[in-house]
């Protein structure tokens, strides 16, 4: 079973703002803050008897909320390199890389995968 990613993103200079009907009235996002939190379900930490308010209440309203964002894998360190890449882990990744081993990539696969070995 993967684990729950729940991901709230923030992007400073959109907050709180409206985007207009002109692309000439969306304001510059200088920031994007991606904030990830696993290992617990979406309701503990963000429904309404969270121990989190900040999270629940503050961060939600002011930031993009990503409910049903799940991970790849059952390690941390796949979803992660997935999250941020849009690639599948190696096999050595799958295993919350255990031995180090240089990253060699692979060719494309035909849905934009490079299958590699290796591990970072």
Known sequence: ???N??????????LGSG?????????HVKHVFIVVLENQSESTTFGGKSQIPYLADTLKRR????PNYYGIAHESLPNYIAMISG???T?????DCQIYRDVIPGLPTSNGQFIGTGCV
């Not at 990613?5 to 959109?14: C, I, M, N, P």
């Not at 985007?19 to 304001?27: F, I, L, Q, S």
């Open 87 to 89: 690639q599948a882990p």
């Open 63 to 66: 930031g993009a909320f990503i």
């Open 19 to 27: 985007a207009g009907p002109a692309a000439a009235d969306v304001p």
């Open 91 to 95: 096999l050595e990744n799958q295993a």
């Open 5 to 14: 990613l729940l991901a709230v993103v923030l992007a400073a200079g959109l």
């Open 1 to 3: 079973m993967t684990p």
